[in-house]
């Protein structure tokens, strides 16, 4: 019985988003060297509406392993995350975004982060996107002359975007149709990319989103830099699944 028990609690606290996540556990001083010139800005996008409850503890390790594996890097590198779930009546909540800060900062943050609601299975995937890069405060540094820090984006998510062309209807017939009710098309976050000079990384945990992935790639063009696919960098140590092999990989191929 005492079993059935906690077997039950597991299962609750895995609905609610709510993992084993100790701060302690990575080594994260030092991450902001603002002493070195080459700057380095780190977008995360992360949809943490309920279905990501099965990779939300994954979806936080990347990120903290990221600033750990870079910390003792000459980079001077700084975070930003934007969250999302989806609009009324869907979820209470759109977004959440956390400026440019330190890695140990970020880290901090991600602990209020918790897997909930999103009703039908299309998410607010262009809010997200939209609000984090247009609210991130990307760096210049001045070196002879005028130059912009290297700018990433990961995008970490399991379900699409509103509308029929990314595979799945939404609850609201005209959200189907039209696509996600705050008017933004993959075209405007093409060329937000673009303006800001930013290499977009997709984190793809299952088939799901294999539509959105396709559409984005043929949209983005040379700004769409790889698709991370977690069940190719899965790794089974000591009971716990790790992920962030394949993302670690791909941040030091394409930081110069």
């Not at 999302?84 to 979820?91: E, K, L, M, R, V």
């Not at 939209?130 to 540094?141: A, P, Y």
């Not at 509103?162 to 149709?177: A, M, N, P, R, T």
């Not at 937000?192 to 299952?206: S, T």
Request: proline share 2%.
């Amino acid at each position: 019985m005492g079993q059935a028990i906690q077997l039950a609690k597991k299962t609750e606290s895995i609905q609610k988003g709510q993992t084993n996540f100790d701060i302690n556990d990575f080594d994260l001083n030092d991450s902001d060297r603002e002493d070195f010139d080459n700057y380095v800005d780190i977008l995360f996008v992360l949809d943490q509406s309920g279905s990501m409850s099965t990779y939300i503890k994954q979806a936080k390790q990347t990120i903290c392993k990221i600033v750990e594996k870079f910390k003792n890097k000459e980079y001077d590198l700084k975070f930003s995350l934007c969250t999302y779930i989806d609009h009324t009546p869907q979820s209470e909540m759109l977004t959440d975004f956390t400026d440019l800060c330190s890695g140990y900062q970020i880290v901090q943050k991600l602990h209020t982060v918790i897997a909930t609601g999103g009703g039908d299975i299309p998410e607010a995937v262009m809010d997200g996107l939209r609000d984090g890069i247009t609210k991130t405060s990307w760096r210049k540094t001045v070196i002879g002359k005028e130059e912009k820090s290297q700018r990433f984006l990961f995008h970490i998510c399991d379900a699409p975007p509103h509308g029929e062309e990314y595979g799945f209807l939404s609850s609201d017939k005209q959200w189907s149709i039209n696509g996600c009710p705050c008017g933004t098309k993959r075209e405007d976050i093409k060329n937000l990319l673009q303006l800001h000079d930013i290499q977009y990384f997709l984190i793809k945990p299952n088939h799901a989103i294999s539509k959105m992935e396709q559409l984005f790639k043929e949209c983005f063009g040379d700004y769409f830099k790889d698709t991370i696919n977690l069940s190719e960098n899965f790794q089974q140590k000591d009971n716990k699944t790790q992920m962030w092999e394949g993302v670690l990989s791909n941040i030091e191929k394409n930081v110069s």
